[in-house]
């Protein structure tokens, strides 16, 4: 390479605290650009984590994204429920291997309950093939029983054996209380970082036993109320559920099953393959994520402006240097070298700590994240895109520094060897 | 591009312009000059005011510059028949240069701002066995104190001292010419001479040809031969006239 590529090192070195300045302003511009990008990978993953193994989700005949935000997200309301003869109906078919029912509508403190069987805590799956596993306690031996996930339990200070209260409908603040049925904490789940660790699960039965004595959200007066333990020994078989979740025997016969509850003449039913559905509500929300990368990659290109100003800025000081190494035989394209060099190597190396700044910052907010996001970031080596991101910045970096190395080579031609000061 | 380093009897003149002719803007020449010599090994005073011309000269001389009208030889090469590049590549392989002030590249040590030449010219590499032995054996001779060669900066030395890492510079890799631009002007007067007799030396030391501008006709009894620019230069002459 040209004489002038070995003394751009000599230079910024030379100019160590602006250079460093400008090295931190990239590094930091890059850092954030990578951030970025590998919380959206982790983020979309995380997000298509959220339930694994379930074939099918069933419920009353809506929109597919509706079915799974209500369903999996604990998100928006189902507009209608599905009869549990027909449920019952669906698990008894020979091709299903197991079903999981949903029965939503009741809180506590803003977290949403969820009435399902015990069928739930062995066949419910996340992120791959991780399944549900207790923290502490187990699941429901009493119909009164209830099964917290993590956050729930982090949030309240709720212990095994504690008491609570189930509110009837989703406000936070309910003035409608189940009070005279309250449940006993009996199993604390493991953290999972999906919308299950925000849910306070109890069983079907739970659900109907606290509903007994209501009629259209409200309850019956004093005198014609049923006593928890009367509503014991009710039949508390369910009337309907809100949707429930279809494990087949083989992957083979999900579409046969899925085009069969689609075309259900007793009632109009909507079955969804969760992947399918996952991608469109991904399709939805990953256009935010995109923006943040769009905003990541301007903070960059404000970096690389500020390497820019601080090259152009020191060229009127410098242009004795540049009279001097013409004066030793450097040609004006030398010139324009030690310029674009000068640019690559403040850029590499912005970019180079900028990576390191990624990992640190990784390293240091993993726990958290995971904990409470439950975004699992990956400490490899970068990724395919990231090294393309990477490459960019650099490339970037020495296209800008043609802008000032343009200007030297036109004023080292000009001046020739007339020292300017 | 050829090196004509031929034995001394019969070789072209250092420096030989004949009917040269240049301006910046058409109509408004700053040169013109029918003929100017230097002898291979003289060393030559040249007086140049500032007006007359002087800038333009060497930078003519040097190559930066092409003349509209006329020929500029250095060391028998027309450097109207080189592209720029090879201008470039001639000047660092047959020249030194040492200006006024601020010869150093700030960001450089010592030693290697004395061996900047050589970074650019495989000539001149070719022509020093052992750069950084040479490069301080001329320090040395020039007066340097070893320890400011290895530890400080350049910005730390006195001016009598950078001009002096710019005379090792110049002459490192012995080129046959050495252009030295009002190198005195920022020494006091006592400084001057012996700046002046340790240049001279060591240019005989290497049998360089040396054109030294000054306004200042005080130095001119140390030379071989003194010019005066606004003589030769027709332009400067006019303009001195008007």
């Excluded at chain 1, 993590?150 to 409908?169: P, Q």
């Excluded at chain 1, 999906?194 to 259209?216: F, M």
């Excluded at chain 2, 040396?210 to 606004?230: C, K, N, R, Y």
Aim: proline residues 4%; charged residues 20%; contains cysteine.
């Amino acid at each position: 390479m040209s004489a002038a590529v070995g003394l751009a090192a000599r230079s910024v070195w030379n100019r160590r605290g602006t250079a460093a300045l400008t090295i931190f302003t990239i590094a930091v511009s890059v850092a954030l650009l990578l951030g970025v990008q590998k919380i959206r990978v982790e983020a979309k993953a995380s997000f298509a984590n959220t339930i694994s193994g379930t074939d099918l989700i069933v419920g009353a005949r809506s929109g597919p994204i509706n079915l799974l935000l209500y369903t999996i997200f604990r998100v928006g309301d189902a507009t209608a429920n599905v009869s549990y003869a027909t449920y019952r109906t669906v698990a008894a078919h020979p091709d299903v291997a197991w079903t999981i029912p949903i029965s939503l509508g009741d809180s506590h403190h803003g977290f949403r309950v969820m009435g399902t069987s015990s069928d739930y805590f062995a066949h419910y799956h996340f992120a791959g093939d991780h399944a549900l596993a207790f923290a502490q306690g187990g699941p429901f031996s009493d119909l009164y029983d209830t099964v917290l996930g993590a956050e729930v339990a982090d949030a309240l200070h709720y212990r095994l054996g504690d008491n609570i209260i189930v509110s009837h409908g989703l406000g936070n603040v309910s003035f409608a209380n189940h009070k005279d049925k309250p449940f006993r904490v009996a199993g604390i789940l493991k953290r999972t970082g999906t919308p299950v660790d925000r849910t306070v699960h109890i069983s079907l039965e739970a659900i109907t036993a606290i509903h007994i004595d209501w009629q259209s959200g409200i309850q019956a007066p004093l005198d014609e109320r049923v006593s928890a333990d009367e509503a014991r020994r009710r039949d508390l078989t369910p009337d309907s559920i809100t949707a429930f979740l279809v494990g087949m025997k083989s992957k083979s016969t999900v579409f046969t099953m899925q085009r069969a509850l689609n075309e259900y003449r007793k009632e109009p039913l909507l079955a969804i393959i969760p992947g399918v559905a996952l991608t469109q509500l991904w399709d939805l929300v990953g256009v935010a994520d995109m923006a943040l990368l769009i905003v990541a990659a301007f903070v960059v290109t404000a970096g690389l402006l500020g390497m820019l100003t601080a090259i152009l800025t020191s060229l009127a000081e410098r242009r004795r240097e540049m009279a001097i190494l013409r004066s030793v035989g450097a040609r004006p394209r030398d010139i324009f070298l030690l310029l674009v060099a000068e640019a690559g190597l403040l850029g590499t190396l912005g970019a180079l700590i900028g990576v390191l700044l990624t990992y640190a910052g990784v390293f240091a907010s993993r726990h958290w994240l995971e904990q409470r996001y439950g975004l699992f970031i990956n400490v490899g080596p970068p990724s395919t895109i990231e090294l393309a991101l990477l490459g960019g910045v650099i490339v970037a970096a020495f296209a800008v520094g043609a802008i000032p190395a343009l200007r030297a080579y036109g004023t080292s031609l000009a001046d020739g060897l007339t020292i300017r000061i | 591009m050829t090196t004509r380093a031929s034995p001394a009897s019969a070789t072209p003149p250092a420096i030989d312009l004949r009917g040269v002719e240049f301006a910046w803007t058409p109509g408004r020449p700053v040169i013109s000059i029918s003929r100017l010599t230097v002898r291979r090994g003289d060393r030559v005073f040249l007086r140049g005011p500032s007006g007359s011309g002087k800038s333009t000269l060497l930078a003519l001389v040097a190559g930066i510059l092409r003349p509209q009208a006329g020929t500029v030889a250095v060391l028998g090469t027309d450097l109207g028949t080189v592209r720029g590049a090879g201008r470039d590549a001639f000047r660092a392989a047959h020249l030194g240069f040492i200006f006024q002030m601020f010869n150093l590249v700030p960001y450089l040590s010592v030693l290697d701002n004395v061996l900047l030449p050589l970074r650019f010219s495989a000539v001149r590499r070719g022509r020093v066995a052992n750069a950084e032995v040479e490069a301080r054996r001329l320090l040395q001779e020039l007066g340097l104190d070893p320890a400011d060669v290895n530890e400080r900066g350049v910005a730390e030395l006195s001016v009598g001292q950078q001009q002096r890492v710019a005379v090792a510079r110049a002459l490192l890799g012995r080129p046959e010419l050495v252009i030295a631009d009002e190198p005195t002007s920022a020494l006091d007067t006592d400084a001057r001479e012996a700046f002046l007799k340790l240049l001279m030396q060591e240019c005989a030391s290497v049998a360089a040809t040396l054109l030294f501008v000054s306004h200042d006709l005080s130095l001119s009894p140390l030379f071989d031969q003194t010019l005066s620019l606004p003589d030769i230069n027709r332009v400067g002459s006019r303009r001195a006239a008007s």
